[in-house]
């Protein structure tokens, strides 16, 4: 697993638009040498920040949607169409504005959809289709995705792993419901660590000041367990990117050298 990066953008329009047009060249440039490629979003302020920045670049036209597999690292298990729900979300955002192919945009279930209200079974399901897009090199899992984008919340939670809850335990599943979640709605649906850490990038996007705790703690040496975000690693690359307020509190010894 590789070690943490970390790129400080001034202010968070500014780290939307960066991580906007970093995307777009990892996009483009996996569709050049593997003919498509896979990206997982992430919901939240700066995961939807992005795809807003992603849809007023004009350079998002180098990206053949049609080739794009997209998927996601969490959801909260609600209705179909609910505005809560972080599909519905990233539709608003980017997804309705760009020619994607409606069989490569994998949402998870939603709560009235083919597994009703069970949301382990809804998990299942999504494990199920992420290992029908797995190649033989990735064991039956997952694909082994291009990027895979997360937001950090306040409390270090990455997806839907929150500290201590026993979805950031899990160590053989690639998908699980999660119940009781601290932050609303309780019931949701998460990729765990091991489906994560299958990503050839994990990109964790902290902006704002009320990140600058979590990113501290994260960067600092914490275990996985009491903070998620921690254990978020990408197999090649494992990048934060930053704000300088989401930044104010990390150690001087883990600032790149060219950051404020
Ligand atoms: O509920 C969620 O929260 C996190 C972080 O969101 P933010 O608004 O604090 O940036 C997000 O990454 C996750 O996908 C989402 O379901």
């Known amino acids: 697993m590789s070690t943490p990066q970390l790129v400080v953008h001034r202010d968070k329009e500014l780290m939307a638009q960066a991580a906007a047009a970093r995307l777009i060249t990892k996009i483009v440039d996996a ?9 997982v979003l992430t919901g939240g302020r700066n995961g939807n920040g992005l795809l807003a920045a992603l849809a007023a670049e004009p350079a998002r036209d180098a990206v053949d949607w049609g080739r794009l597999d997209l998927w ?35 949402a998870m279930p939603a709560s ?14 999504y494990a199920e289709e992420l290992a029908r897009a797995a190649g ?5 899992t997952v694909p082994t995705f291009d990027v895979l984008m ?21 160590t053989e599943r690639t998908v699980v419901g999660v119940r ?18 299958a990503a050839r990038e994990v990109w964790l996007l902290a902006a704002g000041e009320d990140k600058a705790r979590a990113a501290a703690i994260a960067l600092s040496g914490a275990g996985e367990i009491q903070a998620p975000a921690a254990g978020a ?3 090649a690359r494992t990048l934060w990117l930053l704000d300088t307020a989401a930044a104010s509190q990390l150690p001087r010894s883990l600032y790149p050298p060219a950051s404020p």
């Open 31 to 39: 569709q050049a040498s593997r003919g498509h490629a896979s990206v």
């Open 72 to 106: 996601w690292g969490d959801e909260r298990f609600l209705p179909e169409g609910d505005p809560e729900r972080n599909v519905t979300q990233a539709r608003e955002a980017l997804l309705d504005a760009v020619p994607l192919d409606p069989k490569r945009v994998h």
């Open 112 to 125: 009235d959809g083919p597994h009703g209200t069970d949301v382990e079974a809804a998990a299942e399901g």
């Open 136 to 140: 033989p090199e990735n064991h039956g």
């Open 150 to 170: 997360l937001g950090v919340g306040p409390d270090t939670h990455v997806a839907s792993l929150f500290p201590e809850l026993p979805a950031v335990r899990e």
């Open 180 to 197: 009781g979640a601290p932050k609303p709605p309780p019931t949701r649906v998460t990729l765990t660590l091991p489906a994560i850490r």
């Open 233 to 235: 690693r990408g197999r």
